[in-house]
T-cell receptor, first 114, second 112 residues
Framework: DSGVTQTPKHLITATGQRVTLRCSPR?????VYWYQQSLDQGLQFLIQ???????AKGNILERFSAQQFPDLHSELNLSSLELGDSALYFC?????????????FGPGTRLTVL | AQSVSQHNHHVILSEAASLELGCNYS??????LFWYVQYPGQHLQLLLK??????LVKGIKGFEAEFIKSKFSFNLRKPSVQWSDTAEYFC??????????FGTGTRLQVFP
């Protein structure tokens, strides 16, 4: 158990819908990262927040957005869902920001879009 | 752009066999290198990491990796695998930014 929690574990929804994935970082961690793992794209970085502010952005679609709240938990919002958005979404957290911070991964949310 | 290549997509070994998984990255500057493992149904766990210093890095569960700068490689090794090592292994790199760039992963199956 890494100490990072993600809810829900599984999510099944239809195309065109909107979902929210939630991540609670390890106690004391200020950075939260979101990654998408799909069969065709592998593990890809989406976005990072540090202490409530967006710090880095990767291959995140405009239909996707995220935020980090004052209690440091983060939510990833996916809208106008398409079949291709079906994937495992991982959240990771680290104590601080910077390249030397070890990232601890949560168990992931498996999203299935039908 | 940075990228990571893992050439072995699927490796099948018998218990007690030696393991070497290849990882090559493309980036000309200073990099930090990582190996993560994902056991079936579980989250990614860090096996080992290299930031600087001794290029031979020892990690958990008897794994080690060697950073060879001239070859842009960071291969993972284990002298004797066990059935419990069955998992997917990911090499990752970061450089200048916090985000991890992952390879496509290598699925390892170990048979008793």
């Amino acid at each position: 158990d890494s100490g990072v929690t993600q809810t829900p574990k599984h999510l099944i929804t239809a195309t065109g819908q909107r979902v929210t994935l939630r991540c609670s970082p390890r106690s004391g961690d200020l950075s939260v990262y979101w990654y998408q793992q799909s069969l065709d794209q592998g593990l890809q970085f989406l976005i990072q927040y540090y202490n409530g502010e967006e710090r880095a952005k990767g291959n995140i679609l405009e239909r996707f957005s995220a935020q980090q709240f004052p209690d440091l938990h983060s939510e990833l919002n996916l809208s106008s869902l398409e079949l291709g958005d079906s994937a495992l979404y991982f959240c990771a957290s680290s104590v601080g920001a910077g390249v030397y911070n070890e990232q601890f991964f949560g168990p992931g949310t498996r999203l299935t879009v039908l | 752009a940075q990228s990571v290549s893992q050439h072995n997509h699927h490796v099948i070994l018998s218990e007690a066999a030696s393991l070497e998984l290849g990882c090559n990255y493309s980036y000309g500057g200073t990099v930090n290198l990582f190996w993560y493992v994902q056991y079936p149904g579980q989250h990614l766990q860090l096996l080992l990491k290299y930031f600087s210093g001794d290029p031979l890095v020892k990690g958990i569960k008897g794994f080690e990796a060697e950073f060879i700068k001239s070859k842009f490689s960071f291969n993972l090794r284990k002298p004797s695998v066990q059935w419990s090592d069955t998992a997917e292994y990911f090499c990752a790199v970061n450089a200048r930014t916090d985000k991890l760039i992952f390879g496509t992963g290598t699925r390892l199956q170990v048979f008793p």
